[in-house]
């Protein structure tokens, strides 16, 4: 065992699964967080009685596999935390009056869309065939390659055998993205569908791998919510004597002979290490926490060129009503669209929290809009004029409710709560740049890079997190930080 400590920077899902590791391996490890809480961009919050969620849709292999030995590991693998998905979500398309259901019973699903559009029958089959070939494939498990600090030769021969099943669906018309795919589809209505049935720069076999899982019962809800699969994890952590201070704020790594020693805090302390582990915003950590030195010409390159997720507004409305039976997903395309800041939104997606006892006292229910917005409009209105931020916030959320009045007549009448989150406020919370909750797009070149965890020229330190996995993701997140430890271990001589 190690005699050595390690300071972590972040209690998000990285920050927490690096501290959980570094534990079980004799590391005396100390994570310093920005929020109030444990969990980053798998938030939550409440509102009076309410408990909104701002986080993790669907929990991916939940049931059986590698990563699912990962949650167990983790403190967090218990059945009674995911409820089953029957269908990935619903689309209804107000100008044509349409409306499409995506079950997770692949057949259904092929005759409904057959039955939605009929012209696109061959294409239809096509996804089909693409998403059984992902199941039960475990491609998400063997998928996750090491970093290059851990990588030995035989690793990519390893990787490449376990998806030899799947290798096909990853080269050709598979990896064209999903907008690319929808433009080969007769049916106009059906391709918007597919465009943003995840995010239209998303490979067509990122698809597959989702709707391969779906059909497995690999993907869940949360039915406590992101405050359900969190603090477990935190608990674990503090149970292996792992220590926690929220509300602080990493200003510096601090580097002596080439080497991290410890951090600085906002608050002037510099608590000390013999290794520090970097899960935050990637930005913030080499250009200002690091001060831009350790950058090799790649990493300048993609920090300046690759693209980010799009960010958020999520609404929750409180609502003293059940909604027992209705679908837990729903993306409206809206036949009149709302105007926000310079966008024309005409998507906007329903999460409806009715599968856990959680988020609401009995009978009532948080229903959630989300869309995509302008984080330059959101940040310059939050910087220069506070009221008018607010007063933006209100009326979008009203604008979105009069909209939903039409599916759910009444329903004003019974909102007790509304919140509205901006990209502003996921920035304030988490610190990932310009509101990127997932860190980078995962377009099919960007998701397929492997991201080194360790700078050139500075020791003992490693980054974790999902500026480091692109795309990010729970499974991903985790995984990066159990990585960070096995490059520590890997230096200190730990099995
Ligand atoms: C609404 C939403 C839905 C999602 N849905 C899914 C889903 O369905 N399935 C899925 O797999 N994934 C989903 N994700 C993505 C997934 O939740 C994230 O990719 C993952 O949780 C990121 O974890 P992380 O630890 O890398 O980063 P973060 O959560 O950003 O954690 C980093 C932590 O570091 C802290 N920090 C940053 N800088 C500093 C500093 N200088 N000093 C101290 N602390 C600092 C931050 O406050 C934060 O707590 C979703 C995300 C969101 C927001």
Partial sequence: MPDKSVIIIGAGLAGLAAGVYAQRNGYRSHIFEHAGQPGGVAAWWRRGAYTIDGGIHFLMNHRSGAIHDLYRDLGTAAPEIVTDMPEYGRWMDEPSGKLAVFYADLDRTAAELKQFAPADAGAIDAFIAGARAFQAAGAFDVGMSAPPELAGRLDSLKMLWGMRRVLPYFVGK??????????????????????????????????????????????????????????????????????????????????????????????????????VI????????????????????????????????????????????GFAGEPHFTTYRLAEPIAVGPAQVDLVSVRVLNYGPSFAPAGKTVIQPTFESDWDYWAALRQSDRAAYEAEKARIAAEVLRRLETYYPGLSGQVEMTDVATPYTTWRYTLNRRGAYMGWLPTASQVMTTLPR??????????????????????????????????????????
Avoid at 245 to 255: D, F, P, R, W
Avoid at 260 to 270: I, K, M, P, S, T
Avoid at 294 to 302: F, G, I, N, Q, V
């Fill in 174 to 275: 598979h990896s064209r993205t999903a907008a690319e795919f929808a433009h080969t589809l007769r049916d106009p209505v059906l391709a918007r569908i597919f465009e943003n049935l995840f995010l239209p720069d998303v490979p067509l076999w990122f698809l597959y791998m989702l709707f391969g899982l779906l059909a497995d019962g690999q993907m869940g809800l949360l039915t406590h919510g992101c405050e359900g699969f969190v603090q477990p994890i935190a608990a674990r952590y503090r149970e292996l004597g792992g220590e926690i201070t929220y509300n602080a704020t990493v200003e510096k790594v601090l580097v002596e002979d080439g080497r991290a020693v410890g951090v600085r805090l906002a608050n002037g302390d510099e608590p000390r290490g013999d290794a």
């Fill in 278 to 321: 970097a899960t935050g915003d990637g930005y913030d950590t080499l250009f200002k926490l690091l001060d831009g030195r350790y950058l090799d010409d790649t990493s300048r390159a993609r920090y300046r060129d690759w693209r980010l997720i799009p960010p958020w507004v999520t609404i929750s409305f409180g609502v003293a009503r």
């Fill in 454 to 495: 360790t700078r050139p020229g500075l020791d003992r330190f490693v980054m974790a997190g999902q500026w480091v996995v692109p795309g990010g993701g729970v499974p991903t997140c985790l995984m990066s930080g159990r990585d960070a430890v096995r490059i520590l271990c890997k230096w200190d001589g730990v099995r």
